[in-house]
Nanobody, 127 residues
Framework: QVQLVESGGGLVQAGGSLRLSCAASERTFSNYAMGWFRQAPGKEREFVGAINWNGHSTSYADSVKGRFTIYRDNDKKTLYLQMNSLKPDDTAVYYC????????????????????WGQGTQVTVSS
């Protein structure tokens, strides 16, 4: 298991930007595909995007394509989510997750069964 801690959430106006970070406890972070998910009040958790172990493959939900970018720094054991052009509908708790079941996965998709999860960070977008 790898411990994950998200940070960078907060309150931002519509049209603004935020960058979320997800710090991992283990150097094995570099072996795993990583994902971002979000859960809004009263809604199910939904896939935001994912990145494979070396950053060469990414996948995004249609709702965030062109606005959000996932990247990682394996030396720093950190995953990032750059969020631009934020909308009130982006308001949610954002979670990062590690694909600990399948190291060195070549490509990513929304159907990955992520084995480790962080506690989440709140993002609120005001209109």
């Amino acid at each position: 298991q790898v411990q994950l801690v998200e940070s960078g959430g907060g309150l931002v106006q519509a049209g603004g930007s935020l960058r979320l970070s997800c710090a991992a406890s283990e150097r094995t972070f570099s072996n795993y595909a990583m994902g971002w998910f979000r859960q809004a009040p009263g809604k199910e958790r939904e896939f935001v995007g994912a990145i494979n172990w070396n950053g060469h493959s990414t996948s995004y939900a249609d709702s965030v394509k062109g606005r959000f970018t996932i990247y990682r720094d394996n030396d720093k054991k950190t995953l990032y989510l750059q969020m631009n052009s934020l909308k009130p509908d982006d308001t949610a708790v954002y979670y990062c997750a590690a694909d600990t079941m399948t190291p060195w996965r070549r490509s990513v998709n929304p159907g990955i069964d992520f084995g480790s999860w962080g506690q989440g960070t709140q993002v609120t977008v005001s209109s």
